[in-house]
């Protein structure tokens, strides 16, 4: 039982951990989400087509279309930036320190 809620609270909020604390007999087990959104967040994938629009969200099927919009958006660690292969985008990356990844969490940027 006491699996089955950790795996039921696992699969809801993968992106939090689970502390598991076993109690007497005569008290319930307590299962404690500690949520450490600071420090875990999903990674954010983004992508670009040259048909695209920059007032799109930027997903798959709704992809941006140039390099300013890139520009003028916040990496965060684990994010990965995908652009159309066989296309070319005109302008230069900017990234800053702001738009730093981590050992764990690269920012990746590909095609």
């Known amino acids: 039982m006491i699996l089955m809620i950790a795996t039921l609270l696992r699969n ?11 109690l007497t007999s005569c008290q319930h087990t ?17 992508y670009f087509n040259t048909s695209g629009n920059d007032a799109n969200d930027g997903s798959k099927h709704k992809p941006w279309k140039t390099i300013t919009k890139l520009n003028n958006t916040k990496l965060l660690p684990g994010d990965t930036v ?4 066989g296309q ?9 320190a702001e738009d730093a ?11």
């Open 12 to 22: 809801i909020f993968y992106a939090m951990l689970l502390t598991v604390t076993g």
């Open 30 to 46: 307590l299962i404690q989400a500690t949520d450490n959104i600071d420090n875990i967040k999903k990674n954010r994938a983004f």
């Open 82 to 85: 995908y652009f159309e292969g």
């Open 88 to 96: 070319s985008f005109s302008g230069s990356i900017l990234l800053t």
């Open 101 to 111: 990844g981590t050992m764990d969490k690269p920012i990746i940027i590909t095609y």
